[in-house]
């Protein structure tokens, strides 16, 4: 037994009926004995089935933890390069200056050494590593006098 969805083209009804096989369908409308159920006309058809496959969800980017952590980190690296003064080597003097008072804090970003790193973590200043993702590229020397 085979089901079709079937439509009348006389009344517009979508209706189903079940033949023997797909052949006996076609016999059978041959013979104009495919019958539409509401008003008996013989101007049925099959309906083009779409098939019954579900459509892949859309992989939503904002779901994808590597991108949401890209674009995190996007924003962050913008936050550091405009708000932060890069002092570059200059930054365990910056910091400890800062932090004992001898300037006006102010956000700062630069390198240090292995050991500059550790003078500070003992002194108590403040200062953290940037995971990579979130360096600002080093800004260009302005007007070099040499
Ligand atoms: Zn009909």
Redesign the pocket.
């Known amino acids: 037994m085979i089901r079709y969805a079937l439509h009348?083209?006389?009344?517009?009804?979508d209706f189903e009926a079940w033949f023997a096989s797909s052949s006996a369908y076609e016999t059978l409308k041959e013979k104009r004995q495919v019958r539409?159920?509401?008003?008996?006309?013989s101007?049925?058809e099959k309906q083009i089935m779409a098939p019954a496959v579900k459509s892949p969800k859309k992989k939503d980017a904002a779901a994808d933890p590597e991108k949401m952590f890209a674009a995190f980190a996007e924003k962050a690296r913008q936050h550091v390069a405009e708000n932060f003064d890069y002092v570059g080597g200059d930054f365990a003097e910056e910091a400890r200056s800062m932090f004992y008072g001898e300037q006006e804090e102010r956000p700062i970003w630069g390198e240090t050494t292995e050991e500059e790193r550790e003078a500070l973590k003992e002194e108590g200043v403040p200062a953290a590593p940037l995971p990579e993702p979130f360096t600002p590229p080093v800004p260009k020397p302005k007007g070099q006098l040499n």
Do not use: F, L, Q
């Open positions: 009348c083209k006389a009344c517009d009804e539409c159920s509401a008003c008996n006309s101007r049925v």
